[in-house]
């Protein structure tokens, strides 16, 4: 199989993940608006997906913030107003990178409670992101209550697949220095293989 460059390994990657983010989020919106219009809660798989590909690619994250928000806001029949406030709303979540100096990607990645505390961040910025563009246009200021209150199964529903995501070997880790482990180990085996003839 011919090599790929890294770019076009980051590439194919984010393009894999955007599309899952769109169709999971479009799926979910369009099920809460659809079949359960009288639920007051509903689940988004945005928040997760981001979390998972700022740890894979850092800033890349804000193409499934805005990608979900959008997914969201056109399976769900919003209105222009509604999709600034989800697409841009939610790239607030990317402040949860600030974690990434501390307390660092590795313990963010192999510690319970900081994985939490990574997703706890990004759900939080991303519903302050949206009550401060929703204020732009025109909102009250008491609506923070109720991006908080209508999403808590989000978080909650973000923390398990996060937590989950840790188990499989290399999804939830920066992708740089996951090609570089297995550059090492693939190296590793290969000089095992050649001495042990």
């Not at 193409?63 to 919003?78: D, E």
């Amino acid at each position: 199989m011919k090599n790929i460059s890294f770019n076009q390994y980051r590439a194919v990657d984010l393009t894999i993940l955007a599309v899952i983010t769109a169709v999971f989020e479009a799926i979910t919106a369009f099920a809460a608006t659809k079949w359960f219009p009288g639920e007051l809660y509903a689940v988004s798989p945005t928040i997760a997906m981001v979390c998972i590909v700022m740890m894979r690619w850092g800033g890349f994250a804000a193409i499934n913030a805005a990608v979900g928000g959008m997914a969201f806001c056109l399976a769900s029949g919003a209105t222009e107003k509604q999709i600034l406030i989800y697409v841009i709303g939610n790239c607030f979540a990317l402040l949860a990178l600030l974690l990434f100096k501390y307390p660092g990607k590795n313990k963010i990645k192999d510690k319970f409670y900081f994985t939490v505390l990574f997703v706890i961040a990004a759900y939080t910025g991303a519903q302050i992101g949206r009550w401060l563009v929703g204020l732009v246009c025109g909102g009250a200021a008491d609506s923070v209550i109720m991006f908080f209150a209508t999403d808590m199964l989000s978080l909650l529903f973000s923390v398990v697949i996060v937590l989950i995501s840790r188990k499989g070997d290399g999804l939830f880790e920066d992708q740089k220095s996951y090609l570089i482990r297995l550059d090492k180990a693939r190296r590793k085996k290969e000089a095992e293989d050649y001495y042990g003839q």
